[in-house]
């Protein structure tokens, strides 16, 4: 059974770091195929792609956020973290990780088929 | 970055009706080395995470009710939920996983006539 859970901070101030952890089971980030996956949603709004880790430590991040983005992974804790530095208000929203679904014939498929509930952090000062 | 258009914005449709949601994307999500459809589908309820509804644009996730059907090809895409259930109620979204970033497209919400 896959099961994964997001936390860290609900309230940041404008201009901090957000550190928000993905702790996860039922799969190992060090397996070939596995990835992870962070998605945020800010409140009444859609859902906006963030960054991506595979199990061989590539990563993908979103241009408009690259720089403010860093993604990395605890295998042995069976962890993927997300930090986003500077934050402001504008970032205000719910943050899911997300599992890659298991692809057959070994294509890059990257449908997310299993989420967190996700946390909901607010940027205020 | 790919855009993905959905259309309608909002649905209204009657308990047993069919309902039809499409997603245009700004290019083609069609890799010609495997003819595989680079799109996938969500439904999302209030107060929770998407579900994986529809994945290589056409394949159903394992759990998923037979009366929804993904279809389409290239850049034009289509969901359609044959007989509309109450429980169908939520915000359906597209998402291409051709190139990074993965985008989504805004949503359509899903009401009850």
């Known amino acids: 059974q896959i099961t994964l859970k997001e936390s860290g901070p609900t309230l940041v101030k404008p201009t901090q770091t957000l550190t928000l952890t993905c702790t996860f089971s039922g799969f190992s980030l060090s397996t070939r195929g596995v990835g992870v996956g962070w998605i945020r949603q800010p409140p009444g709004k859609a859902l906006e792609w963030l960054a991506l880790?595979?199990?061989?430590?590539?990563?993908r991040y979103s241009p408009s956020l690259k720089s403010r983005l860093t993604i990395t992974k605890d295998t042995s804790r069976n962890q993927v973290v997300l930090t986003m530095t500077n934050m402001d208000p504008v970032d205000t929203a719910t943050y899911y990780c997300a599992h890659r679904k298991e692809s057959n014939g070994g294509y890059d498929l990257w449908s997310l088929d299993y989420w967190g509930q996700g946390t909901l952090v607010t940027v205020s000062s | 970055d790919i855009v993905m258009t959905q259309s309608p914005d909002s649905l209204t449709v009657s308990l047993g009706e069919r309902a039809t949601i499409n997603c245009k994307s700004s290019?083609?999500?069609?890799?010609?080395?495997?003819?595989?459809?680079?799109l996938t589908w969500y439904q999302q309820k209030p107060g929770q995470p998407p579900k994986l509804l529809i994945y290589w644009a056409s394949s159903r996730e394992s759990g998923v009710p037979d009366r929804f059907s993904g279809s389409g090809s290239g850049t034009d895409f289509t969901l359609t939920i044959s007989s509309l259930q109450a429980e169908d109620v939520a915000v359906y979204y597209c998402?291409?996983?051709?190139?990074?970033?993965?985008?989504f497209g805004q949503g359509t919400k899903l009401e009850i006539k």
């Open positions: 998402q291409q996983y051709h190139t990074t970033p993965h985008t």
């Open positions: 880790i595979y199990w061989d430590d590539d990563k």
């Open positions: 290019q083609s999500l069609l890799y010609s080395s495997n003819n595989k459809n680079y």
